[in-house]
């Protein structure tokens, strides 16, 4: 579960920066590329243009909910130990037998 949903947040992310850049902030946008005043008539820009925000809000909030899902269904740690942090913790218990001990005026004994 946790693999889909990382690839639909990538899908989403791919078709919102698909989506994005069909816009034009000048307000062309996607009717002006397919002809201009024919595509308008057609599709007209008005609507082309509120297609393209709802587009642009519902696929922000997918990336947002598929982000959310991911964080909800990522697998638990697992309980097995790793033998590397075994050992380390046993050599950190363990004091080693070439320490010589030193009295308070740090003089060997």
């Known amino acids: 579960m ?13 078709l919102l920066v698909l989506v994005v850049l069909a816009q034009n902030s000048k307000g062309g946008g996607l009717s002006s590329q397919f002809g201009g005043s024919s ?9 082309t ?10 696929f922000a909030i997918a990336v947002m909910v598929f982000s959310l899902a991911t964080n909800f269904s990522t697998p638990a740690p697992t309980t ?7 050992r380390a913790k046993e050599q950190q218990s363990i004091p080693s037998p070439n320490l010589k001990k030193t009295d308070s005026t740090g003089t060997a004994k």
């Open 2 to 14: 946790y693999t889909l949903y990382i690839g639909l947040t990538i899908f989403a992310a791919v």
């Open 39 to 47: 595509a308008s008539n057609l599709i007209g820009v008005k609507k």
């Open 49 to 58: 243009g509120d297609l393209l925000e709802r587009l642009t809000w519902g």
């Open 80 to 86: 097995a130990t790793d033998d590397l942090l075994e």
